[in-house]
């Protein structure tokens, strides 16, 4: 099995630069890519949560510009899994070390994938206990529909309607098994969007960490919301029904 690059660059870290750390964003870009494809949604991030550490590794396996999360290239389905799951292992090794070094909690600390970084990373938030209250994933790639549902975490899908690598079918499919077991999960679609980090998805990741009450809280005040799917057009600006609140975080 191939070993980690021993040439793998440091993550790229950005700091709040006025004020103590208040939540920790960790990125985790596509297959065969490096951290430059996130780089808009780093921006909006920054934007909305300027007391924000932003940490954004690369991926330990391959060469160059073309970085892998897991230790294969183009598994089968069932090499896959195992393959996701010692990548997340991994992933949240750092994730604790990064959140010791800037005093955070696994409350402040949010997991962002794309398409191979967001199967990681939700079997990382699902997986590990309290590792993190918040994740978005674009263009969920999932190795396996999730066993449980962290008990104390957000999640938050955001897809594409025409996705032509990761059908927006398996983001459904992840939907449906969370909320089966009891999980705080929330699907975004935008029409006419493929396997891209579309501007509409961005805008809608920043609106769903910014206004969505975590749904044990809305259930302990006022019992569980009508609505937690929402499909919208991603050319009009007004489509989405939620507008920026209070910036909540946990």
Not at 88 to 107: K, P
Not at 117 to 134: D, K, M, T, W
Request: charged share 15%.
């Amino acid at each position: 099995m191939p070993h980690a690059s021993d040439s793998r660059p440091a993550p790229l870290c950005i700091l709040p630069t006025h004020a103590a750390p208040a939540q920790l964003f960790v990125l985790l870009h596509g297959e065969a890519a490096e951290p430059g494809q996130l780089f808009d949604l780093v921006a909006a991030i920054r934007a909305a949560f300027p007391q924000a550490v932003i940490i954004q590794p690369y991926g330990p396996f391959g060469d160059g510009p073309g970085r892998r999360w897991i230790a294969q290239a183009a598994p089968d389905a069932a090499a896959y899994v195992g393959l996701v799951a010692d990548a997340a292992a991994a992933l949240a090794a750092d994730v604790r070390a990064w959140q010791r070094q800037h005093g955070l909690g696994g409350e402040q600390t949010a997991l962002v994938g794309f398409s191979e970084g967001a199967a990681v990373a939700l079997e990382a938030v699902c997986s590990i206990p309290a590792l993190a209250g918040r994740a978005l994933l674009f263009a969920t790639r999932f190795a396996a529909l999730p066993e449980v549902a962290p008990p104390a975490g957000t999640l938050h899908l955001l897809h594409g309607a025409v996705d032509r690598v990761a059908p927006v079918e398996q983001a459904r499919q992840v939907h449906a098994r969370l909320a089966e077991l009891q999980g705080d999960v929330t699907l975004d679609i935008a029409s006419n969007v493929g396997h891209d980090l579309h501007a509409a998805l961005i805008r809608q990741a920043i609106i769903r960490l910014q206004t969505c009450v975590p749904l044990r809280s809305w259930e302990d005040a006022l019992g569980a919301p009508d609505l937690r799917v929402d499909e919208y057009s991603a050319t009009d600006l007004s489509a989405s029904r939620l507008s920026p609140g209070s910036k909540t975080l946990h």
